[in-house]
């Protein structure tokens, strides 16, 4: 987990929707600078998502992220740009302006260290990264919406080792569409996986968290299934362990749903959640900041091109 000093609040309670606020009109400042063609109703919003390139600061990036669609979509593969891409407030956009440089410069020495500063190894030398990475066999999705991680970083012997998951103004890790749809009650499947639809057509999501002894403990006792709410932690959390690897949230230490700490301690949903896993696998969580990455990216002097420019972006400056 990030320190202590990194993530202080000088308020115990923040509130998620003064950081939105405050995000959407710095989005709307950002276009109007660029003179952006914007939603009338949402001026953080491009006006057409198909400009969402002017929602990427390096044009480089922009066209690394457009060749990779169109070289997924060859191989019919799905490389998923998010609806909202061309949303000012849009994770996967803050991700591509963050992240994507380091991948287009082929300079991984400032998220190494961030990741190694809070005590993960490193795959070693050699290692890439890759938006939008997804196994079908891990968990039997021979159809519809795979399971999706924003980003990986791949050691030398191309095995993916390190799962990120970015987040940005979200209030949650995403629940089970099936109970979001009306065809679930919600209850616990862990006594009877009869119960739960996505076990009945083959997924292996329980029969996945039973290997890892993650459906022990207070998950097997509670009457709720826990991924109604949690859907996604869970499922990209044992995506990781399947490939003993390390699942990692990026998120901005400004919002409070995540993490925050305080004197009564810590709260936000990765303390909460990996509280109900078991040691084995709670050591392959961790948590990284946006903050954390950009001040180590300002330590190298080698991507002042773009730095500053995320920063006004997205309100780490004025």
């Known amino acids: 987990m990030p320190s202590s000093r990194s993530l202080a609040r000088t308020w115990p309670y923040p509130r998620h929707r003064h950081f939105e606020a405050n995000m959407r009109a710095t989005a709307k400042g950002w276009f109007e600078t660029k003179g952006c063609e914007v939603s009338k109703r949402k001026p953080y919003l491009l006006s057409k998502r198909e400009n969402w390139k002017e929602n990427i600061i390096l044009p480089e990036v922009a066209s690394f992220i457009d060749d990779a669609a169109e070289s997924q979509s060859k191989l019919r593969r799905n490389f998923p740009l998010h609806k909202y891409i061309h949303h000012g407030l849009s994770s996967q956009a803050m991700l591509f302006n963050l992240l994507g440089p380091m991948i287009v410069k082929e300079d991984l020495n400032p998220l190494k260290e961030v990741i190694q500063n809070n005590g993960i190894a490193w795959p070693g030398e050699g290692s890439t990264a890759r938006f939008e990475y997804e196994d079908r066999s891990i968990f039997n999705e021979d159809s519809g919406q795979p399971t999706s991680i924003d980003m990986v970083v791949i050691d030398n012997r191309d095995q993916p080792k390190i799962f990120i998951e970015a987040k940005f103004v979200e209030q949650e890790f995403g629940g089970c569409s099936v109970f979001e ?50 859907y996604q932690f869970f499922r990209e959390l044992i995506f990781a362990l399947e490939h003993d690897g390390v699942f990692i949230l990026l998120c901005d230490e400004r919002n409070p749903v995540f993490y925050v700490t305080g004197e009564s301690g810590n709260r936000g949903l990765i303390p909460f959640l990996t509280e109900l896993l078991p040691e084995e696998a709670s050591g392959h969580v961790s948590i990284i900041t946006i903050q954390e990455l950009v001040e180590q990216i300002k330590q190298t002097g080698t991507h002042d091109d773009w730095i500053v420019e995320f920063e006004k972006k997205y309100g780490l400056i004025d």
């Open 181 to 230: 749809a009306g065809d679930c009650d919600g209850r616990n499947p862990t006594g009877n996986l009869a119960l739960c639809y996505l076990d009945h057509i083959g997924r292996k999501y329980w029969s996945l968290m039973k290997h890892h002894k993650i459906d022990l403990g207070v998950i097997g006792k509670d009457s709720t299934c826990i991924f109604a709410n949690y």
